[in-house]
C-alpha cells in the first residue's frame, strides 16, 4: 500500500511539472467497441462488439491545433437475422479498416498537463469479410472524437478517447450492408455508427511546442508605471563663498 502511494504521489508530482506536447506525435491505441445493428425490410445486420487497435500519427501547428492521420482496426463478428424467428441467414467475421484524417482543437489550461480535445475525421472504411470469403468493399466514411491527452513530460503522456465511426455510401447517407458476396440476396441502405472508447500512448518525437507569446515583440506587455511629480518647483540652489 505504501509504494502504490509513493507511486501515485510520483506520477502527480510529474504531471504537475509538465509542460505541452511536441510538433510530432506518434499514439498507438486500444479499445472496446460497441455492437451495432441495422435494420431492413425483412430481416437486419448486426455487427457484435469487440476490440479495436490501432494509431495515430499528430502533426500539431501549435499547441491548441493540429492534424491528426489514424488507423482504426476492428475485428468482430457480423450476421443477418430474421425479424420473426430470429433464425440466422447468415453469420462470418469481419475486419473494418478506418484510415480517416482531419482537424484536431485542444484545449489547455495554462501550463497544467491535462488537455483536451475533439476533432473531426474522414477517410475510408475498408471491409475484409473472412475466411469464407475473400470480397473486400471500400467506402468513404466519417468520424467523430473527444477526449483528454495528460501529459507527464513533453515526450510522453496517456491518451483517452471517445468516438464514433461511421461508414457511409451514395446519397443515402448508408452503408451496403449485404451478404459481403455470399449467395444470400439480402441488401439496403442503412447507417452503421460505430461507437467506442480507446487509450493510448502519446510519444512525442518533434520539437517543443513554444509557450504563448503576446504581440509582435514575442514578449509580455509591460506593466503600466505611475511616477510622482510635486506641484512645486524646486528650490534655487544656494552658493557658499
Not at 495528460?150 to 496517456?158: D, F, M, N
Not at 512525442?204 to 509582435?216: I, N
Amino acid at each position: 500500500m505504501k509504494k502504490i502511494m509513493l507511486l501515485s504521489f510520483a506520477i502527480l508530482m510529474c504531471t504537475l511539472y509538465a509542460e505541452a506536447q511536441t510538433s510530432f506525435e506518434m499514439i498507438p491505441t486500444g479499445g472496446y467497441t460497441f455492437p451495432d445493428q441495422v435494420n431492413f425490410a425483412n430481416s437486419y445486420g448486426r455487427i457484435e462488439e469487440s476490440l479495436n487497435w490501432g494509431g495515430s500519427l499528430m502533426f500539431n501547428a501549435t499547441r491548441n491545433f493540429g492534424i491528426e492521420l489514424m488507423y482504426n482496426r476492428i475485428d468482430a463478428s457480423s450476421g443477418i437475422y430474421t425479424y420473426g424467428s430470429q433464425s440466422i441467414i447468415q453469420q462470418q467475421n469481419v475486419g473494418i479498416n478506418y484510415i480517416m484524417a482531419g482537424p484536431v482543437m485542444s484545449v489547455g489550461f495554462g501550463e497544467a498537463p491535462l488537455h483536451l480535445f475533439f476533432g473531426g475525421l474522414m477517410g475510408a472504411a475498408i471491409f475484409d469479410p473472412g475466411p469464407a470469403d475473400n470480397s473486400s468493399n471500400t467506402k468513404f466514411a466519417w468520424g467523430l472524437e473527444t477526449g483528454t491527452n495528460l501529459y507527464v513530460s513533453p515526450r510522453l503522456g496517456i491518451r483517452l478517447k471517445a468516438q464514433v465511426l461511421s461508414p457511409v455510401d451514395g446519397a443515402s447517407g448508408g452503408f451496403y450492408f449485404g451478404s459481403f458476396g455470399g449467395a444470400v440476396g439480402v441488401s439496403g441502405y442503412s447507417s452503421i455508427y460505430q461507437f467506442g472508447f480507446s487509450g493510448g500512448l502519446i510519444i512525442g518525437l518533434g520539437k517543443v511546442l513554444p509557450r504563448r507569446t503576446y504581440g509582435s515583440s514575442h514578449s509580455r506587455p509591460a506593466p503600466q508605471r505611475y511616477y510622482y511629480r510635486s506641484p512645486y518647483p524646486p528650490p534655487p540652489p544656494y552658493y557658499y563663498h
